[in-house]
């Protein structure tokens, strides 16, 4: 079975088509600056390459590029479009509508639409290339929808309300939903397999690291709590976005600066983090060479992320009530050993001890545990694999 897994945004469509017999991917790429200029990059897994600037002026045209490179004769992997047996979409907002994967119908893409409120750009994006999908694969051919927000809905109530008044959540649905939910899933997962044990039988506290950054407490498999609330913008900060801050700091800013709602949104999303603190760089590979150059402003910028990932580790350590792994993932997760070794060092007090070549060798894809035999915490480097938790899903829900 090959199931071709989509993440629409609002401009572009990644993709990867997946044989299910091996799990291996056999092509993926990307539809870039969709509705502006266009270009179209697509990469088989035996390696040949193919890129072009090419005008598409919405996700129907974008889906028309994807197909015609599956099936092209010089660098496609299918002969023709029925080998593709089922499609996969990843959906970041699921509210409180859908706690599982779920087949697609005209019900469940309205579902989807009426959440859009709760994640404009997303959902609205995700809406268009389900429909653009089935206008370009037809009707027969099986589509899923997987949700962001679904492994975070064990989350108990005391964890995902808001201190606001009560009426703002049951007119506005206002409360914590959290995000990345398919990386800490596959993720802690993972862990557990490499631990030889069941998930059922773990307390894990997951670290998906990247440009956009949270934190995810599981215990027996069920996630307890996560620090990513209403919108992504919520919990650590991250390369653009603020995370959690006193509100009216907010109000205050916006006061002083004469800013509107909109105006102060794209200072928290898109001004502040990594990138407000330094100065330099929203990415954190800029801004940690920047820090080694003596940059005090780079260098406050890595004291203050890696203090709020080691404040939220600690949190959920009390809230599991004790802790068996820790799993850092995602671009920094994966990559930042420097990270990771200070986070491990301020964890001591709690047992952690973490072979420090190991773990200067884990990155880059690698995965594998960097603790030692002695600490009584494992701690793992694990690469996240969002797309094949899709295509599982995917094909768990065609065959049943």
Do not use: W
């Not at 079975?1 to 017999?21: P, R």
């Not at 653009?132 to 679904?150: L, M, N, Q, R, S």
């Not at 956009?212 to 650590?236: E, F, H, R």
């Not at 884990?362 to 701690?379: F, N, P, Q, R, W």
């Amino acid at each position: 079975m090959k199931i071709l897994v989509i993440n629409a945004g609002s401009s572009s469509m990644k993709y990867q088509l997946i044989d299910m017999d091996d799990e291996s991917v056999i092509a993926k790429g990307n539809c870039e600056r969709i509705g502006v200029d266009g270009h179209f990059k697509h990469k088989t897994g035996d390696g040949r390459e193919y890129e072009t600037d090419v005008i598409m002026n919405n996700h129907t045209e974008a889906f028309i590029q994807i197909k015609n490179a599956l099936i092209d004769e010089k660098y496609g992997v299918i002969k023709n479009l029925s080998e593709v047996s089922a499609i996969g979409h990843r959906v970041v907002q699921g509210g409180s509508l859908f706690s599982e994967s779920t087949i697609v119908t005209e019900e469940v893409i309205k579902g989807i639409e009426s959440l859009i409120p709760l994640a404009p750009l997303h959902n609205a994006a995700h809406v268009q290339g389900i429909r653009a999908c089935i206008e370009v694969f037809g009707k027969d051919v099986p589509e899923v929808v997987v949700f962001d927000t679904a492994f975070h809905s064990t989350m108990p109530q005391k964890a995902f309300m808001y201190p606001v008044p009560y009426e703002y959540y049951e007119k506005y649905a206002v409360r914590r939903y959290g995000f990345h939910g398919t990386s800490h899933r596959y993720v802690s997962g993972r862990c557990a397999e490499l631990m030889g044990k069941n998930i059922e039988d773990l307390k894990i506290i997951t670290c998906h690291l990247g440009n956009g950054s949270s934190i995810t407490a599981i215990d027996g498999g069920k996630v307890i709590d996560t620090s990513m609330g209403l919108t992504p913008l919520d919990g650590i900060m991250m390369g653009t976005r603020t995370g959690s801050l006193d509100p009216s700091v907010v109000t205050f800013i916006a006061d002083k600066e004469k800013l509107s709602p909109s105006e102060m949104d794209t200072v928290l999303n898109k001004k502040s983090g990594l990138l407000g603190i330094s100065g330099v760089s929203s990415d954190d590979r800029d801004v940690s060479a920047a820090a080694a150059d003596g940059n005090k402003r780079a260098q406050l910028a890595i004291d203050m992320l890696e203090y709020e990932i080691l404040k939220y580790i600690g949190s959920y350590t009390a809230v599991l009530g004790g802790v068996d792994a820790i799993v850092f993932t995602a671009g920094i997760g994966e990559n930042q050993h420097s990270h990771r070794e200070k986070i491990c060092e301020a964890l001591a007090y709690a047992g952690v001890k973490i072979d420090v070549q190991k773990n200067k060798e884990l990155i880059h894809g690698a995965e594998g545990k960097i603790s030692t035999d002695e600490s009584s915490v494992e701690v793992f480097v694990i690469p996240t694999n969002e797309e094949l938790v899709i295509a599982r899903d995917t094909k768990a829900l065609v065959e049943k």
